[in-house]
């Protein structure tokens, strides 16, 4: 898909190139520095403009588009022809709306529809975390999304038949490993979400300290399905909930 945007963007300067009468000889290229993000502005020899992205959105959004007209306003231009969108990051396109508030834009081009659909699912973020209540650098309370216990209280319902995506990140301080272990179910893994098939199917993964996955299954039958960390210590302070898997349309 990139590849096919950068022939586009060619393919546009060509015909900048052949269409209008040439005012300059040097085609320029503004790289703004959105700190993480991208925004690059071209302008070719005719004058006319195309950008690609607009940086971050969020409280970034502002600081970012400033940059991005001070890049416009150095060039000469009055606004932008052209905007074409790569993707939808926050860092590529979060900044789009913010920057055609102070600039006019005529065209936009985006990348077109998702051709890498995931499967419809529930799902969940996970993220293992530990206190260390008495301040000796040793946790004493371990959990998953910050509560000890909770899910063992107010179990995760998921339906049975759907997919079940987790989104699980070890943000553990002080243990440098720690793991997640679901009872009566294999779960594919997608180590740290970079690769569209899954790198092992298994049912305990260990992650450290900082790193995450992603994880899919589906309960094929109802019931209680416990899942908690995979070191007896973790668990016992805390570390374990359940899930609860019910046919599609129950409601208790």
Partial sequence: MRKTICLLALVLFAAFASAQTRT?????IYVVDVEGGNATLFVSPSGESLLIDSGNGGAAAARDADRIVAAIKDAGL???????TTHYHGDHFGGLSELAARVPIKEYIDHGPN???AAAA???VMIMNAFDTTFDAENEVYAVNT???AYMHEPIRV?????????LINVTEFDLVNSFHLHGMFFDVYRTGTSLSPHERTDT???????????????RYPGNFMFHAHQSEFAELGWMGLFRAEEAGRDT
């Fill in 115 to 117: 051709v890498q659909p």
């Fill in 24 to 28: 300059s000889k040097t085609l320029d």
């Fill in 147 to 149: 509560i000890a216990n």
């Fill in 159 to 167: 339906t049975v038949g759907r997919p079940v995506r987790i989104y």
């Fill in 78 to 84: 009055k606004q932008i022809d052209h905007h074409i």
């Fill in 122 to 124: 529930d799902e969940f």
């Fill in 205 to 219: 993964l260990m992650l450290c300290q900082g790193e995450r996955a992603i994880l899919e299954t589906t309960f």
